[in-house]
């Protein structure tokens, strides 16, 4: 059957994944650990990182518009649609990046809190098994572990190098 939480309300699985820079997020998701990857259900990546670059692999190295640069272009965030922000990349793994401010200039955890609120009031979760969100290791913000505060994930992976910066920071989320 399908995967659905434990009071039964049948919402899909979410992962909240956490890697550190320049980790193997693709491997993570996209089932090249297990090649028969057909029985792992429909993903959603969702980059919770101003730097937007969460999905370029999946999409073979093609930078991808973010929500909230197509609203700042658009108007708001009332003015996009779905299609608009989410694309099919490798393995027909559908991919989101939330986009943020330049630093210094705004608050990058309100654009995450945006692009969620947006990507589930436009159906972005339906059809979906899982749910994995790209969310910076430094968390300065509650902005950024809007995944894991607000019941958006049933299990919680968080993936990191052994770096000393990469162990305190998970240790901080």
Do not use: W
């Not at 434990?6 to 992962?15: A, L, V």
């Not at 550190?20 to 090649?35: I, K, T």
């Not at 972005?124 to 572990?145: K, M, Q, T």
């Amino acid at each position: 059957g399908e995967p659905v939480d434990e009071e039964g309300s049948g919402r899909r699985d979410r992962n909240a994944l956490h890697p550190p820079a320049g980790s193997d997020l693709c491997r993570a998701v996209d089932g090249s650990a297990d090649p028969d990857h057909r029985h792992q259900g429909a993903r959603l990546i969702v980059g919770c990182d101003p730097k937007a670059d969460s999905t370029r692999l999946i999409l073979n190295a093609k930078a991808q518009d973010t929500v909230l640069h197509l609203a700042a272009q658009e108007g708001s965030v009332e003015d996009l649609e779905l299609q608009d922000v989410l694309k099919i990349g490798y393995k027909d793994i559908k991919c989101v990046e939330s986009g943020g401010p330049e630093p210094g200039v705004g608050c990058a955890g309100r654009g995450v809190i945006t692009s969620i609120n947006f990507l589930e009031e436009n159906g972005a979760y339906d059809n979906v098994d899982y749910v994995s969100y790209d969310v910076l290791g430094d968390v300065v913000c509650g902005g950024f572990a809007m995944p894991i505060r607000e019941n958006k994930a049933q299990e919680i992976y968080i993936v990191m190098s052994g770096e000393m910066m990469a162990l305190y920071a998970a240790n901080t989320i």
